[in-house]
Each structure stands twice: as structure tokens, then as C-alpha cells.
């Protein structure tokens, strides 16, 4: 067996055994506590760039199958786990975690324990790292400054051109931001007529489209980074309804005024609680993201807090006071995850009933 290390910017070093693809490399080090649901995480695009711990202790005892994808190709930049099942049985199993990693050029490491490296990026936040040959010495400080970690992940992982899902129902327009999935079978299974858009779609092409609703997705990075869209989406609330998720929850809250910040070491898992302050409901969620939209920034905006983490506080939803646009930070459509909150859906879809005629202001107004 080919030994193989993580080094952790901070200095530690892990030591253990390879699996996947032999190349060396260097992302932003996460974790995720989801007990099932490995592979929509190594396909979840929001993953892109970054280096994923999962803190299960056996990943891969079902295999990987040709059904449970949340994209294409895998975006993860490697993937370290206590022990890789060499051996899995499922029914559906087509390949091995290592096959499936080895095709993909995505390399890995087992062996180590993940514990104590979560309860260090627990501690210290999320860092660089760099997965390598065991014979390589760790970096000096100023060696892992110059490393820069990316910041076009959107621009990566949206679509390039335009596509149609075709249904007889609402026409919603999806602005990618690095979807999963999900969020399409979603939409797909109420019939809505599906156009998928990039992200850098401008006001004017989207409302071209005579859509019924816009649906912002998911994506990885920083939202701030995507500017381009934020400006689309000032512009579109005031003249369409709109439904964002994760980063599309997260830039609503920018382009209505609202701040972002980058979390200590964010939330990934698939039992995350949240409350919903207006019911008094909870629900169990399945969340991946790094950044959240600061509480305080919101009195200043036209925005309502609608729910919380009950972990820390943080904004989950919230809700425009004047026009129907609404946004969670967690994952509706699951994948992996609990389908507590799957009526979101509906309820956008319900939002869209709202639209009447544009006013000669060229704002919609909504009953």
C-alpha cells in the first residue's frame, strides 16, 4: 500500500494511505458529517476546490452508482476518510470509491483519524492543505501564503450556454451558479418548463424568456466574487418572483443590501436544525457552505429573517417585504439529506400565482 500525507497549513501532518488518483494536491481543507450520502458530496459542485473530510468512519460500503450523481463531474479536490471500503455491496454497486476516484484523477487518503483533524479545523478554521507522497517536507509559512486558493469556482462550474428541461407548467428560468441536480428533479418533477441559464445572464435575456420565476442555485466560493450577478438580481426582484438556495440565498442578501461573511468553518452535513420563526416549526436540514449573511446587516434592508440555525444563530431563511423573493441557506432538495422542507418548492411555485401585469414604472406588481 502507497503511503501518502496531509499537511494542514497550520503545520500538522497527517500520515496515511493512498487511494484514488497518485497525483499531489493543494485546496481549502473542510469536513462533513453526513453519515450516508458520500457520493452526491464528491458530485456536489459547491465542493469545487476544496480538500473534504468525511467524519463517518467507513465510506464506500455501497459503491458508486450511475444514479445518485448530483453532477456530472466530480468538483472535490481530494477526499480524506478513516477507512475506504475496498469491498462494497449494493445492488446498484457499479464501482469501488478508489475506481471512481481513480477515473476521475481526484486523489485520496485513509488511515488517519479524522476526529482529532476535525476537532483541528473545528479549532482553528478551515485552512489550506496539501495532499501528497509521504516523502515530501512540510512548506514554510511563506510558502503556503503564495499559495492562492481560487476565486472564479462560479464561473468553473455554471454552464456555459443556455439549456432547456422541457415541461408544460411554469416556466422558470435556473440561474446556474454550480447546480446540483436536485434542485432540477425538483422543478422537473412539478412539470415546470426549465430553462438553465449562466450565471453571467444579464437582466435582459432572463426576462426575455417570459419566465414565471427565477430560481438562484447553489454554488461554491465566496458570493461576493460574483458581482455580475448580484447586479442581475438587484435589478430582478422588483420584476419577477424569486427562489434562491445556498449562494443564490446568500447573493439575494447582497443584492437587497445585506451583508456576507466567511464562517469559522461553515456548515456541511445533513442534519443540520433550523427553526422557522414564523411557525415555530424545526427542521432538519442538509447544508453545505462557508459564508453566511451577517443578522445585523439585514435591519437595513428589505429583507425578513424568517429562520435560524439553532446550532448558532445564523440566518437560514429570509423573506423580501415588498416583492415575493425568498431564500434558505440550507438544501430544500436534499441529496443527500432529510426532504423535511422539499414544500419550498411549492411554495415558490405558489409565489409565481402572485405576478400581474409590469406597471409603466416597468416593476411588476403583485396581488
Not at 29 to 40: D, H, K, L, P, R
Not at 125 to 151: C, F, H, Q, V, Y
Not at 298 to 314: F, P, R, W
Amino acid at each position: 500500500m502507497k503511503k501518502r500525507q496531509l499537511i494542514l497549513e497550520d503545520g500538522t501532518v497527517f500520515n496515511g494511505t493512498a487511494f484514488g488518483s497518485d497525483q499531489a494536491t493543494t485546496g481549502e481543507i473542510v469536513f462533513n458529517t453526513g453519515m450516508t450520502g458520500y457520493q452526491e458530496i464528491l458530485s456536489d459542485p459547491s465542493y469545487f476546490g476544496q480538500i473534504v473530510t468525511l467524519t463517518y468512519p467507513l465510506i464506500g460500503n455501497y459503491g458508486i452508482n450511475s444514479d445518485d450523481f448530483e453532477s456530472i463531474q466530480p468538483s472535490i479536490q481530494a477526499l480524506v476518510v478513516k477507512e475506504a471500503c475496498a469491498a462494497p455491496s449494493n445492488f446498484r454497486k457499479q464501482h469501488t470509491i478508489d475506481s471512481f476516484l481513480k477515473f476521475h484523477e481526484i486523489p485520496g487518503i485513509e488511515g488517519i483519524d479524522t476526529r482529532k483533524l476535525t476537532k483541528i479545523i473545528r479549532k482553528q478554521g478551515a485552512m489550506k492543505a496539501r495532499l501528497t507522497e509521504a516523502a515530501e517536507t512540510r512548506k514554510t509559512d511563506a510558502a503556503w501564503e503564495a499559495i492562492s486558493l481560487p476565486n472564479d469556482q462560479v464561473q468553473r462550474m455554471s454552464t456555459t450556454k443556455p439549456y432547456v428541461v422541457p415541461g408544460r407548467g411554469k416556466r422558470i428560468v435556473v440561474m446556474d451558479f454550480g447546480m446540483k441536480h436536485g434542485i432540477l428533479r425538483e422543478l422537473a418533477a412539478r412539470d415546470c418548463h426549465i430553462t438553465v441559464v449562466p450565471w453571467h445572464y444579464s437582466p435582459e435575456q432572463i426576462l426575455h424568456l417570459n419566465p414565471d420565476g427565477v430560481m438562484l442555485t447553489n454554488g461554491p466560493g465566496d458570493p461576493k466574487d460574483v458581482e455580475t450577478a448580484i447586479k442581475t438580481i438587484r435589478e430582478l426582484i422588483s420584476q419577477v418572483p424569486i427562489f434562491g438556495i445556498c449562494l443564490g440565498h446568500q447573493l439575494i442578501a447582497l443584492a437587497a443590501g445585506a451583508n456576507t461573511e466567511k464562517l469559522k468553518f461553515g456548515h456541511r452535513g445533513s442534519n443540520h436544525p433550523v427553526k422557522d420563526l414564523k411557525t415555530g416549526k424545526t427542521y432538519l436540514t442538509s447544508q453545505n457552505h462557508g459564508y453566511t449573511v451577517t443578522k445585523e446587516s439585514l435591519s437595513s434592508t428589505e429583507l425578513e429573517l424568517m429562520q435560524v440555525a439553532l446550532n448558532d444563530g445564523t440566518v437560514e431563511g429570509i423573506q423580501h417585504t415588498k416583492y415575493p423573493v425568498m431564500s434558505v441557506q440550507y438544501h430544500p432538495e436534499a441529496a443527500p439529506g432529510p426532504e423535511d422542507t422539499r414544500h419550498l418548492f411549492d411554495e415558490f411555485l405558489d409565489m409565481t400565482e402572485q405576478t400581474t401585469q409590469p406597471s409603466s414604472k416597468g416593476e411588476a406588481t403583485y396581488a
